[in-house]
């Protein structure tokens, strides 16, 4: 049985971003809910990264649109669409100039070479990746049974939706993000972000920045 004094529950969104994992890397174990329902204009099937005009959204295409209303499991990628060499492209036009690309390039190409039909499939191979390369040592574990509360757990289900990019987080340490100078520092990007910039020294960024992402969430 969880602990749900040292419980994050989330929803199963790809490649999760910063201000999600300053939660996740602070508790003892993680629950994704796979049988919540599909919900557009969230995190689900997408995740940002900078570019050279802003920020640039990297959508995952599903079969049937984004309008349904399923289960999370149930819930198809249109895959007709070559999505991941997309992606792919964008991250290697984005990101090959920054100091640990190089290093993380080969493991992570794999999950753009793979075929992935069900989106909470690929979701938690982007989790269990980034969970990998950062040495988190928070445990993964899902569930098919929808419950609508958990008791003492840190519910990020409904908390974060696209737009906490642009939402600074007043205090926190700055770290190196291409095209900042352009169009100025990004704060709440896909981990991949921070990752690519910081490599193994990812984790302790987010370990200096725990207190202030929990003053920030319980402001929600």
Known sequence: MLNMSHTVVSSYIPFPNIYWWLQ?????ALLLDGAEHFEKMTYRNKY??????GGIQLSIPLLQGREQRTPMQQ?????KQRWQVQHWRTLVSVYKRTPYFEHYEPALEKLYTQRFDS????NLASI???HKELRAGVSISTTAIYQKEYADATDLRRIMKPGTEKQPLEGAEPYYQVFADRVGFLPNLSMLDLLFAEGPHALQWLKNNAVLINE???KK
Do not use: C, E, P, R
């Not at 819930?75 to 895959?79: A, G, K, Q, S």
């Open 24 to 28: 996740v890397q602070g508790a003892d």
């Open 48 to 53: 940002f990264i900078i570019g050279s005009n």
């Open 75 to 79: 819930v198809m990628i249109d895959n």
């Open 119 to 122: 989106l909470i499939d690929f």
């Open 128 to 130: 269990k990746w980034l």
């Open 216 to 218: 920030w969430v319980a």
